[in-house]
């Protein structure tokens, strides 16, 4: 079997040779941000957009580390890991505050951040499945208040899809309050009344790429599309759900909660978004 290769501060080596600090404060703390971008045939697909919001977590952290050298690592790890002719995969990178003795304040000496990528093959959804259309639940929102940053703090978002996995579905979405916020890794969508809507990007949610970029397809493709707060009560009623994200690309829910969606099979707004979402990310 192929070994995977990792990059790791500065080095690329086998992933079995890659360690950490046990004082890194990513393990004791969950002090870190990362990144998914998804690559078609090697190549990232809106890799500036994913490594801007990178850059912004940082910043809001206070993290001090250059981004910009990561787009040549992702390059790197495609081509060290024999991705170049992969239909889908992903280029993940997680920077965190760096190895100190621990004390909840950052360390008072400057620590240099740990910086780690790998990338992986995905399995994309092929077109009979996504014909089926796919489940998920509603959850209430357990998360803090500062879900726009892409922390590695995720067990909240681990514990959901847990629950997703136990109860037979591929989606859950956090609902807050009574209003719809997103998926556990993936943005939420409903088309309500004809237009297509999903949360604004407030601090309660993971400003998506992929969620944007959606709304740009919806311009182009003149279908109405509007951010606004709206309740689960509004999201049972929806004629179509579907799913936004590096990984889910755009995929339909058939079933919330054990009970139809709309028809219950993916509906027509949803198949427009995902035939342009792939002729938008097919290598040109
Ligand atoms: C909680 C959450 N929401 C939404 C998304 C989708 O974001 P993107 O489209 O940038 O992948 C992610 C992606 O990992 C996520 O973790």
């Known amino acids: 079997m192929q070994t995977i290769i990792v990059y790791l501060n500065g080095d690329y080596l086998p992933v079995g040779e890659a360690r950490v600090s ?3 404060r990513g393990f004791l703390f969950a002090d870190a941000v990362y990144e ?9 697909f809106l890799r500036e957009r994913h490594l801007a919001r990178l850059a912004r977590g940082l910043g809001t952290l206070r993290i001090e580390a250059d981004v910009a050298p990561l787009a040549g690592v992702g390059d790197e790890l495609i081509a060290r890991n024999d991705l170049v002719a992969a239909e889908f995969s992903v280029f993940y990178m997680q920077v965190t505050r760096g190895a100190a003795p621990r004390t909840h304040a ?8 740990t910086v ?11 077109p009979d499945r996504w014909e089926r259309g796919f ?3 509603t959850l209430p ?7 726009d940053i892409k922390t590695t703090g995720l067990l909240p978002n681990v514990l959901a899809q847990q629950a997703a996995v136990e109860a037979d579905v591929e989606d859950a979405i956090f609902i807050r309050e009574g ?6 890794h993936n943005n939420v969508f409903a088309v309500l009344g004809g237009e297509v809507t999903t949360a604004p990007a407030t601090n309660h949610i993971l400003h998506g790429v992929t969620r944007a970029f959606t709304l740009e397809l919806c311009a182009g493709l003149g279908i109405p599309a509007r951010e606004r707060a709206f309740t689960v009560d509004e999201l049972r009623d929806a004629d ?6 590096t990984t889910t690309e755009v995929r339909p829910t058939v079933e919330l909660d054990g009970r139809p969606v709309g028809s219950g099979r993916p509906g027509e707004i949803t198949r427009a978004l995902s035939e342009a979402y792939r002729r938008a990310v097919a290598p040109g």
């Not at 929102?141 to 879900?147: D, L, P, S, T, V």
């Open 22 to 24: 046990v004082n890194d």
């Open 36 to 44: 998914a971008i998804p690559a078609y045939m090697g190549r990232c």
């Open 106 to 113: 950052f360390p008072k000496e400057a620590v240099a951040p």
């Open 116 to 126: 780690y990528a790998f990338a992986k093959e995905l399995v994309r959804t092929t």
């Open 135 to 137: 489940g998920a639940i």
């Open 141 to 147: 929102e357990q998360r803090w208040a500062r879900a």
């Open 179 to 184: 209003m719809v916020q997103e998926g556990t």
């Open 240 to 245: 179509e759900i579907f799913f936004t994200g």
